[in-house]
């Protein structure tokens, strides 16, 4: 997951490939609320591992479930067969919805029938986001709630006990929220059983007042309770609701999740735009999927994207281009059709989403949010209290997407980076910024990695930071502190002959046939992160140091073959969504193209004096002074040697880093790269 201020996304220009979708966060947590109130064990496969599960899971230990997961990754989780096992305890649960609502109808429920005092809060956007509607359902139903703070919004106190009225039907308003319904229907088999003897078990009714939105997600809810032993019947038109007397949650031993509909709406998104050689395929969901957001795809085809569907997975490349305008009332794809929004950008005409004001009360006020995150683009967008209409866009603008905390903006917006597919508009298409990438942790934490995993770049349109300069200057340490702030990948070209004369050795290659030498470095599992250097997964750090590898990289950097590979190694690392790359020639002979180079000029006493305290610190005896006249001699060298000298770029700008400390020098690096960004500040 990128934990970086924002993403840069550069102009994407193709996709193909495979995905496999996260399980489904509405799925997870209903099955991980219904595990722990129902008897024994129950085993959850592929549950989605997010932000909103996470709080789930930890309200569902606080209250006394044994949760644990097993080392095949298997979630194991004891219940507890509906009986508290603490009747007190403040539960905090994020931006979660689907955590929020239905643990407040349970332990409203559990606490009126059984004792005890629960108070539920969340953060600021979860105090704004109305649950009136399920409070109101639940306080005539005899459950005592308090609002801690405005009345209608969490934070909640849920008290008890309290007699409860359940002969008449219990009533609430469909035309909200399909969550308050879908947290009456897993609470109230909890009393429908009636005491442990069985005395006073009853049918309990509910009866939706106004037209039910998200009816797919009810299904869903239905189709779960019954996987836990509890029957609903409910009427032709989706407005009473009957769970017979008797009902109690029982485990069904295992669980598997399915993939997540609402994900897969991007990488389908993806396939209609960007998919024209190849088709995305998307494992997770399909034809057999229980989640209404899989009719996502009659949408997209509707805007021209051929789709292939098996049981559980899709298929889909691009049909019709540009893709066909429409208007649609998007009722039974409530989140899904946040993707269509975007897509619309690609559209013949102006598209119209209708039925969408549920939008209004999720994350943020998604509505307004996508209407002014389109605008900056440079799109025509039009709303009112429950529809949006989005024209077509063909001037397209550098934009900074404010993802106000809300995961479905940017997962969605990043289908806007392929503007250059646009006709006449491959050699103007602009890059996109996501503010606060990691906001995605809520369903999808590796969304950003997922789909730069199948979509292409031109080379020259992928980012390339290059940071020279002579030895133990820092550029080392420089490097991994600007890439951590930017997501982007490192390139330590100092490492490649010494790494490419270990590889060769460990592989048995004669380090004398330059031959069989280069035809390896194509084929190294070479990663930098923080310091280290990975090789095939292993941190090879140390023995990158040892005399006899620096021999190794002697032998090997002397065959021109294996100058030209590495040097073909280095460009390759030119990868999604961007490089810096630090050594002796990296803005000179490797990326003279790259937007910004920075060379560092540490006085050699300096440098000195930082190697002096780095070996000190390891243990290592050392001379200050033979550090210097080293450093000294060895900059002599670089710098009249005849290939790749050591000199800075004609374009490249000085920092003399000796009077800063690695994180004065990192800002002073972002401050020139925001310069060189077309976005706004």
Same mark, same amino acid.
């Given at each position: ?94 931006? /979660? ?331 103007? /298409? ?41 030895? /133990? ?148 005896? /050392? ?59």
């Amino acid at each position: 997951m990128y934990k970086t201020a924002y993403l840069d996304l550069p102009p994407l220009r193709g996709a193909a490939g495979t995905v496999t979708l996260p399980g489904s966060k509405s799925i997870s947590n209903r099955v991980l609320l219904l595990a722990g109130l129902s008897a024994g064990e129950t085993l959850v496969h592929d549950l989605l591992d997010s932000d909103d599960t996470k709080v789930m899971i930890a309200a569902l230990r606080e209250l006394g479930c044994e949760l644990h997961h097993r080392d095949d990754g298997v979630l194991s989780v004891t219940g507890l067969g509906g009986r508290l096992q603490q009747k007190e305890a403040k539960l905090f649960l994020g931006n /979660a919805g689907t955590a929020m609502r239905p643990l407040t109808a349970a332990l409203a429920v559990l606490a009126a029938t059984q004792g005890g005092r629960f108070e539920l809060s969340g953060v600021p956007r979860m105090h704004e986001r109305p649950i009136g509607d399920l409070v109101d359902a639940l306080r005539a139903l005899g459950c005592p709630i308090d609002c801690l703070g405005q009345e209608g919004y969490p934070p909640l106190r849920l008290q008890g006990p309290a007699p409860l009225s359940l002969d008449a039907p219990v009533q609430v308003r469909g035309d909200v929220s399909s969550q308050f319904l879908t947290a009456l229907l897993l609470a109230l088999p909890l009393v429908a059983a009636g005491g442990p003897d069985g005395q006073g078990a009853r049918d309990i009714v509910i009866e939706v007042t106004g037209e039910l939105i998200s009816k797919p997600y009810v299904q869903i809810t239905l189709d779960l309770l019954a996987r836990f032993g509890v029957q609903v019947q409910r009427d032709a038109d989706w407005q009473r609701f009957v769970i017979p007397a008797g009902s109690r949650y029982a485990s069904p031993g295992v669980v598997h999740v399915e993939g997540d509909a609402s994900s897969a709406s991007y990488f389908v998104a993806l396939g209609a735009i960007a998919a024209e050689s190849a088709p995305i395929r998307i494992e997770g969901v399909g034809s057999s999927s229980v989640q209404g957001d899989v009719r996502f795809v009659e949408a997209a085809e509707a805007m021209g994207a051929a789709v292939t569907l098996g049981a559980n997975w899709l298929e889909v490349r691009r049909g019709a281009w540009p893709l066909r305008a429409l208007d649609l009332d998007c009722n039974h794809i409530p989140d899904a059709a946040m993707t269509l929004a975007v897509m619309a950008l690609y559209a013949d005409g102006p598209t119209t989403l209708r039925n969408i004001a549920s939008w209004r009360v999720k994350e943020t006020d998604r509505i307004a949010a996508m209407a002014a995150e389109l605008r900056k683009l440079g799109a025509e967008v039009e709303e009112g209290p429950d529809w949006l209409r989005v024209h077509p866009l063909q001037h397209w603008q550098p934009a900074a997407i404010h993802t106000y905390d809300d995961h479905r903006v940017a997962m969605c917006f990043s289908l806007a980076a392929f503007n250059g597919l646009i006709a006449g508009r491959s050699e103007q /298409a602009v890059p996109v910024r996501i503010l606060d990438p990691q906001c995605v942790a809520k369903t999808f934490p590796d969304y950003f990695e997922t789909l730069f995993s199948v979509v292409q770049a031109r080379p020259q349109d992928i980012p390339v930071i290059t940071i020279d300069g002579p030895t /133990a200057s820092g550029k080392g340490t420089l490097t991994d502190e600007v890439a951590r702030a930017l997501g982007y990948g490192v390139l330590d070209s100092g490492s490649l002959y010494r790494v490419t004369g270990l590889a060769a050795h460990r592989a048995g290659v004669d380090l004398a046939d330059g031959a069989a030498v280069a035809a390896l470095v194509p084929t190294l599992d070479l990663r930098f992160e923080q310091g280290r250097v990975l090789l095939d997964d292993e941190d090879v750090s140390n023995e990158l140091r040892q005399e006899a590898t620096g021999l190794m990289a002697s032998q090997v950097g002397a065959h021109p073959p294996v100058r030209q590979a590495l040097h073909q190694l280095q460009l390759d690392f030119r990868r999604l969504p961007g490089l810096v790359a630090d050594g002796r020639d990296m803005g000179t002979a490797i990326f003279p193209d790259a937007p910004l180079k920075v060379f560092l000029t540490a006085t050699a006493a300096t440098r000195a004096e930082r190697r002096f305290h780095q070996l000190i610190s390891k243990g290592i005896p /050392a001379k200050l002074e033979d550090l210097r006249a080293d450093l000294e001699a060895r900059d002599a060298r670089d710098k009249t040697r005849s290939a790749s000298p050591l000199q800075a770029a004609a374009d490249a700008i000085e920092l003399d880093n000796s009077a800063h400390s690695i994180e004065a020098s990192k800002d002073l690096v972002l401050g020139w790269w925001q310069t060189k960004r077309p976005f706004p500040h």
